[in-house]
Nanobody, 124 residues
């Protein structure tokens, strides 16, 4: 049984930083493409970034490029989302997701596994 458990969300002032963690069980993160998505109230879930399996390649949405970074600790089977220079518009519930393919996919329905989400609130 696959479980993805996010943590690290919270309240931060604009310009601050947070690091989200996604601890995986029942799934090997290095063998899966791991994505991060977010969903703000009243909006659709949107792609934030993804780390492609078996590679050091990551992709990011334009809105977070240069501010957010995905990393992996294969020994801990954990994926991280480092978020810097946060803006109020980054406020959302952030979700970790996994899929077995190697191609970049930015649509939520292309991902097989999901965590429960963690709230990030950025105050102005």
């Amino acid at each position: 049984q696959v479980q993805l458990v996010e943590s690290g969300g919270g309240l931060v002032q604009a310009g601050g930083s947070l690091r989200l963690s996604c601890a995986a069980s029942g799934l090997t993160i290095s063998s899966n493409t791991m994505g991060w998505f977010r969903q703000a109230p009243g909006k659709e879930r949107e792609f934030v970034g993804a780390a492609i399996r078996w590679s050091a390649t990551s992709y990011y949405a334009d809105s977070v490029k240069g501010r957010f970074t995905i990393s992996r600790d294969n020994a801990l089977n954990t994926v991280y989302l480092q978020m810097n220079r946060l803006k109020p518009e980054d406020t959302a519930v952030y979700y970790c997701a996994g899929r077995t393919g190697s191609s970049l996919q930015t649509k939520p329905n292309e991902y097989d596994y999901w965590g429960q989400g963690t709230q990030v609130t950025v105050s102005s």
